[in-house]
């Protein structure tokens, strides 16, 4: 069973952050993130960001070991040698938690494109390497993502990929999509490669669900849908040139406008 989106710390009875806390009713502990002194001020930020970090890893490694539902923050605050309200302070819920969780893979997922991108051109070359970057870079967690996935799917969860709280990842991953098409050789509709980036994203969605229940052994399953699917998407960015096929173009440009669009 898990825990619902409006309840993340269900599991935990009274569980917030402590009225003496640091994080409670206001953002600037004692021990981070406060102006004092100017030579001291440096050193308590890089403490304040290694304490986060702390916290995020030990988070993360009990989310492996005993399942995100079963892992309290009061228990993640005890493994990591933290007061309670301490960790409040840095992450006010388990679901802000996986909101940095988020950030630290999208930042792995950058770096391994990175490599990519020095090395080819060629936009399926390129297209292929960033999913199967993605994959090897979220493979870690792949025992317990089911599990955080089913909170996501709640339309009004903040782990949602589509929501507010998620927008700093979400942007971060159509920017790299729009690397892979900039720098490559490719050549379409000019229109599409505006959107396509958003739409490979989208695409990039689709295969992350899939390996989340995907149970072959090293979720091989995943890795043939990339091979398979690459080329499919590098021919039809090719035909996207094609006069005849530029009116269905035009429609299904529109269509992402219109459900893209918040009446």
């Known amino acids: 069973m898990t825990t619902s989106a409006a309840d993340p710390t269900a599991e935990e009875p009274g569980a917030g ?94 770096a391994a494109a990175e490599v990519v991108f020095a090395n080819d051109k060629d936009f399926a070359a390129r297209l292929r390497g960033v999913l199967h970057a993605g994959i090897d870079v ?55 490669r505006a959107e396509l980036p958003e739409l490979l994203w989208l695409g990039w969605m689709g295969v992350v669900l899939f390996w989340v229940y995907d149970r072959s052994p090293d979720q091989r399953r995943t890795r043939r849908l990339i091979d398979g699917a690459v080329p499919l998407v590098d021919r039809l960015v090719g035909l996207s040139r094609l006069r005849v096929l530029r009116p269905a173009l035009r429609q299904i440009l529109a269509l992402l406008d219109t459900i893209r669009r918040d009446d």
Request: net charge positive; no cysteine; aromatic share 10%.
């Open 138 to 192: 979220n493979q870690p967690y792949h025992s317990f993502a089911a599990t955080f996935f089913k909170t996501a799917a709640e339309p009004s969860s903040p782990l949602s990929p589509f929501s507010r709280e998620s927008s700093p990842a979400r942007e971060a991953a159509i920017a790299i999509f729009r690397d892979v098409v900039d720098g490559s050789t490719a050549k379409l509709d000019p229109e599409l």
């Open 17 to 110: 952050p402590p009225a003496s806390a640091p994080g409670a009713g206001r953002k600037t502990p004692a021990t981070a993130d406060s102006k004092g002194d100017g030579g001291e001020e440096k050193p308590r930020r890089a403490r304040g960001e290694q304490t986060r970090q702390l916290i995020l890893e030990t988070a993360l490694r009990l989310f492996r070991e005993r399942g995100y539902t079963e892992t309290t923050m009061r228990a993640i605050a005890k493994e990591a040698g933290v007061a309670v309200g301490n960790a409040y302070y840095y992450f006010d819920s388990k679901e802000h938690l996986i909101q940095g969780f988020y950030d630290r893979v999208q930042g792995a997922h950058r």
